[in-house]
């Protein structure tokens, strides 16, 4: 009984997206839905560093979609431009909040639809912390 | 005597005829004049289909416009007459604001409690190239509520996106699939029934007063 609530408890960050790892860096998220045919999809990570240093995300990969990287939108005098963001640093004890209009996972190449309600398999990698496995929910609006 | 019948008719015969003749020319050139008059800015320019550049003091932002629509067939902006539309340009590789955006506008039609359509929501690709009649088709099938997807060729795109003073740009990104991502101006466009331009929402403006346009294209 102990033994399973322990398995629980340890299966718990699976099931939350969350994976924290020795280094101190916490991440979580979700991804957005798409439909049949469309070849592009988003998430957004919540990456939280507890560590005593600072990390740097240096990757995302992620086996339903043929490439995926981290891209940054801006409004820049009324033109949506969207650029790849690479090696984001995240200092000691501060969060990196991925949203909407913003830094996002941006996921190509996509072999099946994001469907609505399941999950998301995503690798990230630190400088440090070195790769974290998620599954991310599918959803259509942040976690609230 | 006959002959001096004959050349007393003649003039007349001419004369009618003349009649006849100005008075036929007289309407045409009063609907010829009138319709110079009431467009100024088409007889300006000299060309009837061309419409003035965006910046020029006769720009006109919108007006009539031909697209290909989800299924393929030619979509004329007839279509929409009568109901009031929100136009938004963008392409469907683009994840995060397209998606923010159409997410949004369908969101706010729901909050407006006026029915499912209201207005339309009308969605342009500025990507012609990858974007085909069935790409916008189940890229506005995304947001569970009505969007009508457009695209068309490269020059219609070009022209529709300049009558609507949106910004459109191909921007080289190895990281991005094709190689390459579209710049595009991201304010969404509000017409009303006549289709007359009414307002934009920029994406940095909040939803109450998003509402309050979209309730005024709608009153």
Known sequence: MHRRSLALLALMPTLFGAAPGPAGIVVSGWARPTVAGQSSGAAYLVVRNFGPGADTLVGVASPVAGMAGVHRSQIVGGVSRMRPADGIAIAAGKKLTMAPGGYHVMLMGLKAPLKLGSTLPLTVRFTHAGQRQLRLPIQMSPPQ | ?219
Not at chain 2, 14 to 24: A, P, S, Y
Not at chain 2, 165 to 184: F, R
């Open chain 2, 1 to 219: 005597m006959s002959s001096d019948s004959n050349q007393t008719s003649v003039p007349t015969t001419r004369l009618r005829r003349l009649r006849l003749i100005v008075w036929g020319v007289v309407p045409v050139a009063l609907v010829v004049v009138a319709v110079l008059w009431l467009r100024p800015s088409v007889a300006t320019s000299g060309a009837v289909t061309q419409r003035a550049d965006p910046g020029s003091p006769n720009f006109q932002l919108g007006g009539p416009f031909t697209l290909t629509g989800a299924d393929g067939k030619p979509f004329s902006s007839a279509k929409l007459a009568g109901q009031p539309y929100v136009m938004f340009f963008g392409f469907t590789h683009c994840p995060d604001v397209c998606p923010n955006t159409l997410a949004r506008l369908v969101r706010l039609r729901q909050q407006l409690n006026k029915g499912e359509t209201p207005f339309q929501i009308v969605f342009v690709t500025v990507d012609p190239e990858r974007d085909n009649p069935q790409a916008v088709g189940s890229y506005a099938k995304l947001f569970n509520s009505p969007i009508i997807g457009l695209t068309g060729t490269r020059a219609q795109i070009d022209q529709v996106a300049k009558q609507h003073a949106i910004y459109e740009a191909k921007v080289p990104d190895a990281s991005a699939p094709d190689g390459y991502t579209m710049d595009h101006g991201a304010a969404a466009l509000l017409f009303g029934r006549d289709g007359k331009f009414v307002a934009t929402i920029a994406q940095e403006e909040g939803d109450d007063a998003a509402l309050a346009k979209l309730k005024r294209i709608t009153a």
